[in-house]
């Protein structure tokens, strides 16, 4: 691998390890501190919902700024509206805010993200085609992935403890703070390569036709359409699956004041992310296609998360959480390889962001669902109506692997490209 191929790689690891690092510090705590606001179960999965409907508004727009005005320039709006949405979200809970106010913070918070999904992504891939890296982008995806659960690691376990030892606050303060550090890093180190912005004199309409090709090449692209169409069954359920584990392992432990509990189950989730991103390269090679490993991975993630609605230990539960977890692990950079070989350079933020919206969608009707069957049942039995939701993803992979995609064959590695020093 040539020295610009891994300087690409560093810059992308780096900032992987900020952002993750920054949002983690809540991760573990995000439910308990929605609740210890004065919300209800179904008010504080509803203003997650909230959170994902900001996304689905938001995704498209700030992917067309990516493609339109840059990727970098995308980075350092995302490091400075999720940093003032996070101090907003501090504020809603230091005043016990109505139910409204949280839904306004979601959206936010929501916004800030929309800026980093797709944007990073397209940068990365892009940089590395500029820089002739020939090597599997799973490997560079797992990469991140690894990197990320360390960080996610750290900082779930120091959330959860920081809480207990001062109040359920002081983890937002700093995530603002690293989001801060993460800007300055990104604004010195990051610069678009193998992509030139379309910067037009008549912005609105080049958006426009950034945003008709993108879906062009998204939704109307029969090989792209039923992996992003998958997506509902999956992301709008793992975003009910990890923040309910907060309250649902509390209750399982016996003790609903052991915030540093929550935080473990951040980081058994963040240990299985590593090991999932180290065992990725292994894993593809048992394989001819990818969309062979995601409908397996898919049918075993249903499985587990209806055996965790049937089970009422709480050390068991913790075994199918890494379960889950490392299932999720696996799938994710397969799941990026596929649609980055479907996707022209020109329109990758936004079709990638595109792919994001029909995901967080399935977040706004998911999570308040599944709530809402938590308060009138319980949390087991959210899990078993999770299980059979997500389990609707595999008839849509099935559909893709019909479709013989060029991205969906993998090749042989070539371990010379794979030294990253």
Known sequence: MNHEARRVQRVYLTLTLLNTLAASLIWG????????AGLSNTEAFAA??????????????????????????????GCLTLGFSTLLYLYMWEISGPFWGWAISSMVLGLGFTFFSGAVEAWLVDALHATKYKGPLEHVF?????????????????GGIIAQASNLGVPYILRAVILGISFVTAFVVMRDI?????????????????????????????????????APFLTGISFYVFYALQPFLLELYGDPDAYSIAGLVAAIIAGAQIIGGL?????????????????????????????????????????LIVIWALIFATSGPVRQTYLNGEIPSQQRATVLSFDSVIGSSGGV?????????????????????????????????????????????????????????
């Open 29 to 36: 705590i995000n439910t308990l501190f929605l609740l210890d």
């Open 48 to 77: 997650n919902a909230f959170f994902t409907v900001g996304q689905v508004l938001f995704e498209v727009p700030t992917g067309v700024i990516a493609d339109s005005r840059g990727r970098r320039t995308s980075f350092l709006l």
């Open 142 to 158: 797992a990469r991140g992935q690894i990197v990320g659960g360390i960080a996610m690691l750290s900082g779930s376990v120091a």
């Open 194 to 230: 193998g992509f030139t912005p379309q910067k037009s004199k008549r912005p609105v309409k080049e958006m426009k036709k950034i945003l008709d090709a993108s879906i062009h090449y998204g939704i109307k692209n029969r090989k792209v359409r039923w992996i992003m169409l998958s």
């Open 279 to 319: 065992v990725v390269p292994k894993v593809i090679t048992l394989f001819g296609k990818r969309t062979t490993i995601l409908s397996s991975v898919y049918v075993v993630s249903a499985f587990v998360l209806i055996a965790l609605g049937l089970i009422h230990s709480f050390a068991i539960a913790l075994g």
């Open 365 to 421: 009707v998911f999570q308040p669902v599944l709530g809402r069957v938590a308060d009138v049942y319980s949390y087991s039995t959210s899990y078993l109506v999770s299980g059979v939701i997500s389990a609707f993803s595999v008839p849509f992979i099935l559909l893709a692997r019909k479709e013989h995609a060029k991205s969906d064959k993998i090749d042989k590695v070539h371990p010379a490209e794979e030294k990253i020093v």
